[in-house]
């Protein structure tokens, strides 16, 4: 492993003398797969969440497209469901995403220039060890939950719509004695059975017209990153 000097006044010199190249040596590799274990553990829970939400949408189908008596409203449910999950998520990742850019640090300025033949580039220290020192947040709640929707989340909320236009556009996924648009149409009258008890459908409709409207807005919201950090991102 390469070794190198330590700067002058930084955390990797004593009070009382210098380490010697190898102890620093030891304390980057020890810390590396410290911050490693930490970075895979919110990994973890990052798929757990997500799990937990195809368990949720595969859950509500299910119950829902099974039998024509279930309600509508078991759809709009599971898409609540969801984005309380993609809350719980998007915390989940930004403590994620501050492991992992101090794994990358290590990475690409200690390792990398192990492994390849540019010099290293010293002020990462400063950085790493103001993270330490005052850890701090590299992305907001808001672009966490966007970030999140865009890699995931998107597609289980259009699995969700489509399945609750099928719900209330078909005659077959409806009870008995729903009313129709025309006697010989197969579809039903979407904004009549898109009824939430006392709430209108064309209510309802407009509130998950706007609801995906907003969710499409956030997917296509870009968190800027460092450039040459490369493209693979969780």
Not at 99 to 105: A, E, G, H, Q, T
Not at 170 to 175: A, F, G, R, W
Request: hydrophobic residues 45%; contains cysteine; positive net charge.
């Amino acid at each position: 492993m390469a070794s190198f000097e330590p700067l002058p006044g930084s955390e990797l010199t004593s009070h009382h003398s210098a380490r010697s190249p190898a102890e620093v040596t030891t304390i980057i590799v020890h810390y590396y797969r410290g911050e490693m274990a930490r970075m895979s553990s919110w990994r973890a829970r990052l798929d757990q969440t997500s799990n937990w939400a195809i368990t949720v949408t595969a859950a509500m189908l299910s119950v829902s497209l099974s039998t024509p008596t279930s309600h509508h409203g078991v759809l709009l449910f599971a898409m609540v469901l969801v984005l309380l999950l993609l809350f719980i998520e998007a915390r989940r990742y930004r403590f994620f995403d501050v492991y992992r850019d101090r794994v990358r640090l290590v990475e690409k300025h200690y390792l990398g220039s192990f492994f390849g033949s540019e010099p290293a580039h010293r002020p990462w220290q400063d950085v790493l060890s103001q993270s330490l020192k005052h850890p701090q947040f590299n992305i907001t709640a808001f672009g966490a939950m966007c970030r999140r929707l865009r890699r995931n989340y998107i597609w289980m909320f259009l699995i969700l719509l489509l399945a609750w236009l099928l719900k209330i556009s078909s005659s077959l996924l409806q009870p008995a004695g729903a009313a129709t648009a025309d006697a010989h149409a197969p579809y039903i009258d979407m904004i009549a059975s898109a009824q939430l008890g006392p709430i209108p459908g064309w209510a309802v409709l407009g509130g998950v017209a706007a609801f995906y409207a907003f969710l499409g807005w956030m997917s296509r919201q870009r968190i800027t990153r460092d450039e040459d950090d490369g493209s693979v991102h969780v």
